[in-house]
């Protein structure tokens, strides 16, 4: 029987983007930044790259996968990980909230708490419950240092 495939955290990323697009310019509800102060976005673009990234290829390093509900070999708790359980999501959110502070309008930051929502109950709650199966007292001891986002 063939596995349902899961949409992947990047594929709703680049969604919301485009969502916060069509916002931005079919319905813009006012502008809350302007420009050149709205140029910060590309510092919080930069800080979610800078977050997302190398929380991802810290993966990489130890051999475990990347891909939400692939089976995980190892309990990634160091770097980035030793402040926030989810690096690679909260560089997504960071990111998007980058976007939107270019656009600088608030309908383009419409599709930023959807997306939260989305990755909390689709990944975040899955992912916790499978690592406490896969590495019990392990991870419930580090889900006790370290926050889920921040």
């Not at 990980?81 to 997504?92: E, I, S, V």
């Amino acid at each position: 029987m063939e596995q349902k495939r899961k949409i992947l955290p990047p594929v709703y990323l680049l969604l919301t983007v485009v969502a916060m697009t069509g916002f931005h310019y079919f319905l813009p509800l006012g502008r809350f930044i302007v420009e050149p102060y709205s140029y910060f976005g590309f510092v919080l673009i930069v800080v979610g790259l800078s977050t997302t990234i190398p929380a991802a290829v810290s993966f990489k390093k130890v051999g475990t996968p990347v891909v939400p509900f692939e089976v995980s070999t190892k309990l990634v708790t160091t770097g980035l990980y030793r402040f926030t359980r989810n690096p690679m999501y909260l560089g997504m959110v960071v990111f998007l909230i980058g976007i939107g502070l270019l656009f600088g309008s608030l309908g383009s930051l419409i599709p930023v708490p959807l997306f939260v929502w989305i990755i909390r109950t689709n990944f975040i709650r899955g992912e916790e419950n499978f690592l406490a199966e896969i590495f019990g007292n392990e991870y419930l001891e580090y889900k006790r240092r370290a926050r889920r986002w921040l």
